[in-house]
């Protein structure tokens, strides 16, 4: 019903910049939340950054200044412009969309992000 694909991951050296997408396709007349997790080798999927319809956003405290979200709502869309990155930002970024309607949240397939040291 709702489908949610993500872009944008890859490859980067440290210090670099990835830009990932994340556009959600399907039955959906209004949206809560955006945003991405993420997932590290060996750890557990934390939040990362999320924006509300009407622009309110949050970053977790290791990416604030370095990481910036946008929205375009007309297309139910995000994307997360990631500068300066490090290697611990390794791991697999998860885009996410919560509905008011029956409070449902849907997730992405998942990105692989790989910064190199």
């Known amino acids: 019903q709702v489908q949610l694909v993500e872009s944008g991951g890859g490859l980067v050296q440290a210090g670099g910049s990835l830009k990932l997408s994340c556009a959600a396709s399907?039955?959906?007349?209004?949206?809560?939340?955006m945003g991405w997790y993420r997932q590290a080798p060996g750890k557990q999927r934390e939040m990362v950054t999320s924006?509300?319809?009407?622009?309110?956003?949050n970053y977790a405290d290791s990416v604030k200044g370095r990481f910036t979200i946008s929205r375009d709502n007309a297309k139910n869309a995000v994307d997360l412009q990631m500068d300066s990155l490090k290697p611990e930002d390794t791991g697999v970024y998860y885009c996410?969309?919560?509905?008011?309607?029956?409070?449902?949240?849907?997730w992405g397939q998942g990105t692989q992000v790989t910064v190199s040291s």
């Open positions: 996410f969309i919560d509905l008011p309607f029956k409070s449902l949240r849907y």
């Open positions: 924006i509300t319809k009407g622009g309110t956003v």
């Open positions: 399907g039955t959906i007349f209004n949206f809560n939340l």
